[in-house]
């Protein structure tokens, strides 16, 4: 395991390594992991002008995250992006936005967006279920429009803290899990994870300069439990969030900053680029990735290894899932 010293230690030297005019996307980083890894970026990056934008969904009240940026970081050009992620619409919008601006490269492309549903399958307008549209739809979506923006930069990472490493079987026949009777917490989350590496693969494949992570943080004390609704909500609110959130939790300190080491450390990059990013810490070594080409990181920062059971879904489903994405998106956005 990488420890958290080391972690710290490595980030610590990110000023002197890093270089200027960083172009650095963030989707969910209005709260919890991904907030935290934004703030670090924008210590690491001071004095060097970076250009950072944030897609959330409320500008109000994220204007006082803004404000800490900036205050952080005044070179750093910080643009915050109000669009609805549980849309594919809206991502569509939000990446004109980011794009209209004119943006010549993306150096990181960090995705910490989601959430888990307590309430049974809700469909939004577009007839998709957010929560697995937030983990998985919109995340895809988000790459496959900024692919040419990632690939013009010299050391381009794309990061989704999820569940990586956590794949498991899905229901391939129901994807989206429109049947009732496939469709519960955990298909959600596995369904979600399963098809986000899936989807990572084929682009890692087709983007052999990217260097593609997708990692599982484990228990994590962020808001999410305490936000559930329902009578499951409930008891994981005023039960189980508080005892977990107590005495098994990583801090979302920690997890951010573990979030932000696979980012920039050449520990979790390609090997055409890993001179180009931050030096392997001492003691450790270069993570290995999956067959299909992205790093998948558990909740001790090693490699989770889940080769056995993707290599029977990489057979059998990579094109079925690529397939259903694009009929999801058509149909979501009209087309």
């Given at each position: 395991m990488a420890s958290y010293k080391t972690i710290q230690s490595s980030l610590s030297s990110l000023p002197s390594v890093l270089p200027s005019d960083l172009k650095a996307v963030f989707v969910g980083a209005t709260t919890g992991i991904g907030q935290s890894a934004l703030l670090r970026f924008a210590r690491a990056t001071v004095s060097k002008s970076p250009t950072i934008y944030i897609v959330g969904r409320n500008s109000?009240?994220?204007?006082?995250?803004?404000?800490?940026?900036?205050?952080?970081?005044?070179?750093?050009?910080?643009?915050?992006?109000?669009?609805?992620?549980?849309?594919?619409?809206?991502?569509?919008?939000?990446?004109?936005?980011?794009?209209?601006?004119?943006?010549?490269?993306?150096?990181?492309?960090?995705?910490?967006?989601?959430?888990i549903s307590f309430n049974g399958r809700k469909e939004t307008k577009e007839g998709l279920e957010p929560s697995m549209t937030t983990r998985y739809y919109s995340r895809a979506r988000f790459i496959h429009h900024f692919l040419p923006l990632l690939?013009?930069?010299?050391?381009?990472?794309?990061?989704?803290?999820?569940?990586?490493?956590?794949?498991?079987?899905?229901?391939?026949?129901?994807?989206?899990?429109?049947?009732p009777k496939n469709y519960s917490i955990r298909n959600a989350a596995v369904h979600s994870a399963t098809m986000l590496t899936l989807t990572l693969e084929r682009y890692a494949a087709a983007n052999p300069n990217i260097s593609f992570v997708h990692s599982f943080p484990g228990l994590v004390a962020t808001p999410t439990l305490s936000r559930a609704s329902g009578l499951v909500g409930f008891f994981l609110r005023w039960v189980v969030s508080p005892i977990a959130m107590t005495f098994f939790?990583?801090?979302?300190?920690?997890?951010?900053?573990?979030?932000?080491?696979?980012?920039?450390n050449a520990r979790y990059t390609v090997d055409a680029t890993e001179d180009q990013a931050a030096p392997i810490p001492s003691g450790l070594q270069k993570a290995k990735r999956s067959q299909g080409g992205v790093f998948l990181v558990g909740k001790d920062s090693e490699a989770a290894g889940n080769d056995t059971l993707l290599k029977e879904l990489r057979e059998n489903e990579t094109e079925k899932v690529w397939e259903h994405t694009v009929q999801v998106w058509n149909a979501a956005v009209g087309n």
């Open positions: 109000k009240t994220s204007a006082p995250l803004v404000a800490e940026v900036s205050s952080i970081n005044p070179s750093a050009k910080v643009e915050f992006i109000e669009k609805d992620v549980s849309l594919i619409q809206d991502v569509d919008e939000a990446v004109i936005e980011i794009k209209k601006s004119g943006l010549d490269r993306i150096d990181y492309l960090i995705m910490s967006v989601g959430f690939n013009a930069s010299p050391n381009p990472h794309v990061l989704n803290v999820l569940a990586g490493g956590e794949e498991a079987s899905i229901v391939s026949s129901d994807l989206d899990l429109k049947d939790a990583m801090s979302v300190d920690e997890a951010g900053a573990r979030a932000f080491f696979y980012a920039t």
